[in-house]
């Protein structure tokens, strides 16, 4: 018979400190796992314009969801153009250049989960704006009259056209296609210009000149009488004398200046009669003795006259022998 095994004190502390170290490393409860993280997910990549013009701007919204509930941060990026961005909205500003652009969103959930997606825009070709004619009116006008301006213009891709008015002197005022102008003081010539654009980057330029003319009326220099038969005429500073009737009629020309104002001439007798209109008519002398006198009155554009006299003595054939005789010759007054 095997004699028994006995355990000292110490044996038996051993072994309790041994089971509880295996307690620790070996007997551990069980701890439940992380569960696995799900990328976010976009529904939606929406535009409010898919074709654009040059600087012309576009909203952009992201629809974008998370199973796990994570916050979601999204960053957004453009091949082109400039893009101003608020989480998951952005507006973007197409470029100058004609073409295709791309704009992306990224979705990143914080956990490493990424989406991405993107939408082409296009950037269409702009026609610039044309102008066909500026109508000043009235184009000639006298110092402080106004003039109405009138920009006639289209534009091929069908934009509302805006308009800026200018001029080299005088005021300009109003706003759209049609405008006032205030004439300076000083007569001159002033150029008008109308610039017209799309709001795209397409613009025209137009110009009109404008005449500002002096506010003095005409001035009558002379008028100058060429009897048909000098024979039978004679001038003196108060006047003229003729014989009486058609031999003795007379061309009269009346030399007048305005400015650059246009003119319009007028012939009054008291006697006789006025063939003809404009600066040259002829007077012919009634067929008797009498006084004439011939008027010629000169009126410009804009209703402004000044007026001369030329005073005539008609007589009969016996000649001007009581006035004005020549010894040894005509007793006609020559």
């Given at each position: 018979?095997?004699?028994?095994?006995?355990f000292?004190?110490?044996?038996?502390g051993?072994i309790?400190?041994a089971?509880?170290?295996?307690?620790?490393?070996?007997?551990?409860?069980?701890?439940e796992?992380?569960p696995?993280?799900?990328?976010?997910?976009i529904?939606?990549?929406?535009?409010?314009?898919?074709?654009?013009?040059?600087?012309?701007?576009?909203?952009?919204?992201?629809?974008?969801?998370?199973?796990?509930q994570?916050?979601l941060i999204?960053?957004?990026?453009?091949?082109?153009g400039?893009?101003?961005?608020e989480?998951a909205?952005?507006?973007?500003t197409?470029?100058?250049r004609?073409?295709?652009?791309?704009?992306?969103v990224?979705?990143?959930?914080?956990?490493?989960?990424?989406?991405?997606?993107f939408v082409?825009?296009?950037?269409?070709?702009?026609?610039?704006?044309?102008?066909?004619?500026?109508?000043?009116?009235?184009?000639?006008l006298?110092?402080?009259?106004?003039?109405?301006?009138?920009?006639?213009?289209y534009?091929?891709?069908?934009?509302?056209?805006?308009?800026e008015?200018?001029s080299?002197?005088g005021e300009?005022?109003?706003?759209?296609?049609?405008?006032?102008?205030?004439?300076?003081?000083?007569?001159?010539?002033y150029l008008?210009?109308?610039?017209?654009y799309d709001?795209y980057?397409?613009?025209?330029?137009?110009?009109s000149?404008?005449?500002?003319l002096?506010?003095?009326?005409?001035?009558?220099?002379q008028?100058i009488?060429?009897p048909f038969?000098?024979?039978?005429s004679?001038e003196?500073?108060w006047?003229?004398?003729?014989?009486r009737g058609?031999?003795?009629e007379?061309?009269?020309?009346?030399?007048?200046?305005?400015d650059?104002?246009e003119?319009?001439?007028?012939w009054?007798?008291?006697?006789?009669?006025?063939?003809?209109?404009?600066?040259v008519?002829?007077?012919i002398p009634?067929?008797?003795?009498?006084?004439?006198t011939?008027?010629?009155?000169?009126?410009?554009?804009?209703?402004?006259?000044?007026?001369t006299?030329?005073?005539?003595?008609v007589?009969?054939r016996?000649?001007y022998?009581?006035?004005?005789?020549?010894?040894?010759?005509?007793?006609c007054?020559r």
């Amino acid at each position: 018979m095997a004699p028994s095994q006995r355990f000292s004190t110490g044996d038996i502390g051993g072994i309790a400190f041994a089971a509880v170290l295996f307690a620790i490393f070996f007997v551990v409860t069980p701890t439940e796992a992380e569960p696995a993280n799900t990328p976010p997910t976009i529904d939606d990549l929406m535009t409010t314009g898919d074709t654009l013009y040059a600087d012309e701007e576009c909203t952009l919204y992201c629809i974008a969801s998370d199973i796990d509930q994570d916050e979601l941060i999204f960053t957004w990026t453009a091949t082109e153009g400039a893009i101003v961005t608020e989480g998951a909205t952005a507006r973007w500003t197409a470029p100058r250049r004609a073409g295709t652009s791309s704009v992306m969103v990224q979705v990143d959930d914080g956990r490493g989960g990424l989406q991405s997606e993107f939408v082409l825009l296009t950037v269409a070709s702009n026609n610039s704006p044309s102008i066909e004619d500026i109508q000043c009116e009235p184009g000639r006008l006298l110092p402080g009259q106004a003039s109405t301006l009138t920009c006639y213009a289209y534009d091929e891709d069908g934009h509302a056209l805006e308009y800026e008015w200018s001029s080299t002197c005088g005021e300009v005022y109003g706003e759209g296609s049609t405008a006032k102008w205030t004439a300076p003081a000083a007569p001159g010539s002033y150029l008008i210009a109308a610039r017209v654009y799309d709001g795209y980057g397409g613009e025209a330029v137009g110009t009109s000149l404008v005449e500002v003319l002096s506010a003095s009326p005409p001035a009558i220099e002379q008028v100058i009488v060429r009897p048909f038969a000098p024979e039978f005429s004679k001038e003196y500073d108060w006047g003229y004398r003729l014989l009486r009737g058609r031999l003795c009629e007379c061309e009269l020309e009346c030399v007048a200046t305005a400015d650059g104002k246009e003119i319009t001439y007028e012939w009054v007798c008291t006697e006789g009669t006025i063939d003809g209109s404009g600066s040259v008519v002829l007077f012919i002398p009634p067929n008797k003795r009498t006084e004439v006198t011939v008027t010629a009155l000169v009126s410009d554009e804009f209703g402004h006259t000044s007026s001369t006299d030329i005073f005539f003595k008609v007589l009969t054939r016996e000649g001007y022998s009581e006035i004005d005789a020549v010894p040894g010759g005509c007793q006609c007054g020559r």
